[in-house]
């Protein structure tokens, strides 16, 4: 089972106040609703491919209007796997259209949030799960990138929900797909704070726990990256070195170089793959004085100097 359907059988067996009910079957129907007229009058249905939302959906129906539905199940024809299930709503459909805001004048049908019916928190939390519930996903916490989304039918509706989503400083972005419109989050924080705002609570300590460990194994990462990074660059330089000792020792004559320089040379020498700071240190043990980071660094390049003059003379 994948992380987003853990999330929203979760959300499926929360408790929920009747305002609540309202505000979320409002966000379901919105999302997933249908409206149709034909010679038996006007109808309102709800698809989805999930058994345990339909069963919700008829729940929260009965339980605010007591009304019986209509549940046609048939097979999916391109995918071949999932029954695809319509609840048709036949009687009250006006009243239920008028109460859970679905209609607009200007709009038309679910084209719009109707804001009195999401006067309290508790309502806006509902709402948000409503539209989860019924279109949405959230890539597993351990996956390559964070991102959850929501899918809605049309831009006026999607445009509301950024709007909804910043109420909650979730920083909800919107873009086109497909003829949808997708609100989505990339931040891993605010994915968090939705599954929390929603009351997805087991889903979100799973996220969390995720979350700690594959940031933990990133900062390994990283700084085991820098540290071979790091080490490529003492090689790189080490080599260098030896290169430009070689060529002092076949070009110039080496009792003329002061003492500075031969304990450079000793040093680098007998410790190939070191770097200044570790040489620092060997430094103290072979001269009985400590030759500082910077100080080694000084006679490296006075070495490179050398051995440019030295090749330079040797070519003319």
């Not at 209007?65 to 199940?73: L, P, R, T």
């Not at 038309?108 to 019924?134: E, M, N, W, Y």
């Not at 279109?135 to 006026?156: C, F, K, L, R």
């Not at 950024?162 to 609100?183: C, G, W």
């Amino acid at each position: 089972m994948s992380f987003t359907s853990d999330a929203k059988k979760e959300l499926l067996m929360l408790n929920r106040d009747a305002c609540c009910r309202l505000a979320e079957l409002s966000a379901l129907l919105a999302v997933n609703g249908h409206l149709s007229i034909s010679s038996e009058g006007v109808a309102l249905s709800f698809q989805t491919t999930s058994l345990p939302l339909a069963r919700h959906v008829i729940s929260l129906i009965k339980k605010l209007y007591n009304v019986d539905v209509e549940v046609i199940s048939k097979k999916q024809v391109k995918l071949q796997k999932k029954n695809q299930y319509s609840i048709v709503i036949r009687k009250k459909v006006h009243a239920i259209i008028n109460e859970l805001s679905l209609m607009d004048s200007d709009k038309g049908f679910a084209r719009a949030i109707d804001r009195t019916l999401l006067v309290k928190s508790c309502d806006q939390r509902a709402f948000l799960r409503g539209v989860f519930l019924a279109s949405g996903s959230i890539n597993h916490p351990g996956s390559s990138s964070y991102h959850a989304e929501v899918s809605v039918p049309n831009e006026a509706f999607a445009e509301e929900l950024v709007e909804l989503f910043s109420q909650f400083d979730l920083n909800a972005k919107l873009l086109e797909k497909k003829r949808n419109f997708i609100v989505y989050i990339k931040e891993s924080e605010k994915i968090a704070d939705f599954l929390r705002i929603t009351g997805a609570t087991k889903a979100l300590l799973t996220f969390e726990d995720e979350r700690i460990k594959r940031d933990f194994v990133n900062s390994i990462t990283r700084v085991m990256n820098m540290e071979l990074a790091n080490q490529n660059k003492t090689l790189e330089a080490a080599n260098k070195q030896l290169k430009e000792i070689a060529i002092l020792e076949n070009l110039v004559d080496m009792s003329k170089l002061p003492d500075t320089v031969h304990e450079a040379i000793f040093l680098r020498k007998k410790y190939p793959e070191s770097s200044l700071m570790e040489l620092s240190e060997a430094s103290d043990e072979h001269f009985k004085k400590k030759i500082s980071k910077s100080g080694l660094n000084h006679r490296f390049r006075n070495i490179s100097e050398m051995a440019k003059e030295a090749l330079s003379e040797f070519n003319e």
